[in-house]
């Protein structure tokens, strides 16, 4: 039995990993979409618009640049799944949670900002994407997404 | 303009399977498709590899020659040559350099080599009494040969293998372990192959001896033998009693005459020194 393993020593490695993989990745992606509709729920009276001149109903004293940058990666199960759909096409679902949690947190991160400045509003939001890490273009790698989300937030007078 | 609280709608974003029901899909599809792949090229393979000439396949047997390691026994060599030398000229045996390796190993068994190799293990060396027997095993194996079987599975073979490549690269265990599994010189031949070439080691020997004595007789030993550990060539042959019968009809049907056989005075395969 364990001569068998040792020969094919990469082939156990391979299976390990994406079962170690599904449940770690699994686990983890369910505590962050959890925390990811928490915060939400928290932050969804800060209104953010995509639009620039939408202005607040009220006077505003200043505005300043917020943004939050999220890094994520991939785990060997969602890598087998795509690589799987690399074949046949279609919608790579395995990637698509992880995005969509990428952009969630992004968009959370910059409201957190801009709370924290007192804001009452962001204008203009934007995201942006990028890959990262050394391996993350080559074919064998694991590879990381960068989702930047930016805006111009809105702080009213005080007091 | 009134902005309206509300919380994103995450439904649109992200699939609705589970991951492992996709994997599950995406896996059948992957199986359907290795298995036609599979039957594709393992056919392609056989065919190419059963009009291989002979010439590409000494260069193959030089390569696999190291598969075997033994000695080389001019005596059986002698066998063959003199049983080659019977077969009809258009047969594809004469373009053969053959070589009789004895490999020291205890299975009851033959292997036909690429490149006109044939090894011959030990046990089987020691389970010979006659050598109208030994002439029918290298008659045997001279039969796969002539009919090209040990090329048509090293053929086949080929087949997953490049699958394996093509999907999981050069440098993968997944590779390695489909080429270990597939590309193996000792590959099991078809209960038809088999048969094919006892009937064509029975011709062979009739042609070389003048009568079919001790076409079975080896055969016979071994299913008398056959207890609880099975020697190799009942596990990778047909049924030793399955091929008697093959060979009496085929000895019946041709009207071979039966002839006492020549014993062997010492082990076959060993040297007078021994």
Redesign the interface.
Known sequence: MLEIVLN????F??VGLAVLG?FAG?LAERRHYRSI?ER??EL??L?V?SSED?LPDRPVARSCLVTGSVVVSIDY??R??AS??N??GG?V??Y??L??RA??EAVLRMKEQARRRGACMVLNLRLETAVVGRSADKKRGLGSVEVVAYGTALVPPRG | MKFTARLPDGSVNVPHTHPLVELAWLGAGLAVAAVAVFVVLGWAGEYAAARLPVAYEDWLGARVAGTFPGQESPGLAGRVERLVATSPPGSPLHAYRFRVVVVDRPDVNAVAVPGGTIAVFRGLLDQARSGNELDMVLAHELGHFAHRDHLRNLGRGLGPVVLGLVLFGRDSAVSELVANLCLTLEARYSREQEAAADRFAVDLLVAANGHAGGAVDLFRRLAAEAGPSLPYVLASHPHPADRIRQIEARIASRGYPVRPTEPLDRPAGRPPSE
């Not at chain 1, 094919?8 to 082939?11: I, M």
């Open positions: 094919n020593l990469g082939l490695l391979f599904y699994g509709r939400e729920a969804v009276h209104p618009v939408i199960f969602k087998i799944l799987l759909r074949l046949f919608r679902g395995a698509e949670t995005v969509d952009r969630r």
